[in-house]
């Protein structure tokens, strides 16, 4: 038990709609990061939120925005969905501070996008 | 940039020691991690290491590093069929994301 829950489980969306995902920290983790793992790969990072600002982003164009909010809870939106961002979205949170450098997963929103 | 690999597929039979390796190219990388998924599910966190230690053991779990050669193993002993997963290897460096490799399929036959 990662102590870092994600909703919803499943989503099914069609192409050019726009989808957030939900994911809830452990309390006092200050930094949360979102990753995309399609089918047979390894998780690729999104974008990394601290203190509710927006502090490093992967690889993704604009239309991945997130947010977070001051309960350790965040936000994944994707605008204008595309056949490729059927995908595994994982969220991680931990503390940055104290020199803990442990990650934590939650158990991931899978998104098929048809 | 930054890459990290990993051989697919690994198989084993119960009872026996499995060894997971990766290699990694940033030589900046302060932190390497191992996580374990099983089907359907997230990431868990199975052990990581800082950069300038050679090894660490936690209970079947042991981690080797070779920081010259930019190479990382994962030793489980007395493999169990519980064991059969994909294994991720991942890198940090500084306050930056992780960096993940492939994954490894691991099989262990009873």
């Known amino acids: 038990e990662t102590g870092v829950t994600q909703s919803p489980t499943h989503l099914i969306k069609t192409r050019g709609q726009q989808v957030t995902l939900r994911c809830s920290s452990q309390?006092?983790?200050?930094?949360v990061s979102w990753y995309q793992q399609a089918l047979g790969q390894g998780p690729q990072f999104i974008f990394q939120?601290?203190?509710?600002?927006?502090?490093g982003r992967g690889n993704f164009p604009p239309r991945f925005s997130g947010l977070q909010f001051p309960n350790y809870s965040s936000e994944l939106n994707v605008n204008a969905l595309e056949l490729d961002d059927s995908a595994l979205y994982l969220c991680a949170s931990r503390i940055s501070s104290g020199g803990t450098y442990e990650q934590y997963f939650g158990p991931g929103t899978r998104l098929t996008v048809t | 940039g930054e890459d990290v690999e990993q051989s697919l597929f690994l198989s084993v039979r119960e009872g026996d020691s499995s060894v997971i390796n990766c290699t990694y190219t940033?030589?900046?990388?302060?932190?390497l991690y191992w996580y374990k998924q099983e089907p359907g599910a997230g990431l868990q966190l199975l052990t990581y290491?800082?950069?300038?230690?050679d090894m660490k053991q936690d209970q079947r779990l042991t981690v080797l590093l070779n920081k010259k050669d930019k190479h990382l193993s994962l030793r489980i002993a007395d493999t169990q069929t519980g064991d059969s997963a994909i294994y991720f290897c991942?890198?940090?460096?500084?306050?930056?994301?992780?960096?993940f490799g492939s994954g490894t399929r691991l099989q262990v036959q009873p």
């Open positions: 290491i800082f950069s300038n230690m």
């Open positions: 991942a890198d940090r460096t500084g306050r930056r994301a992780l960096t």
């Open positions: 939120y601290y203190r509710e600002e927006e502090n």
């Open positions: 940033d030589s900046s990388s302060t932190y």
């Open positions: 309390s006092g983790h200050n930094t």
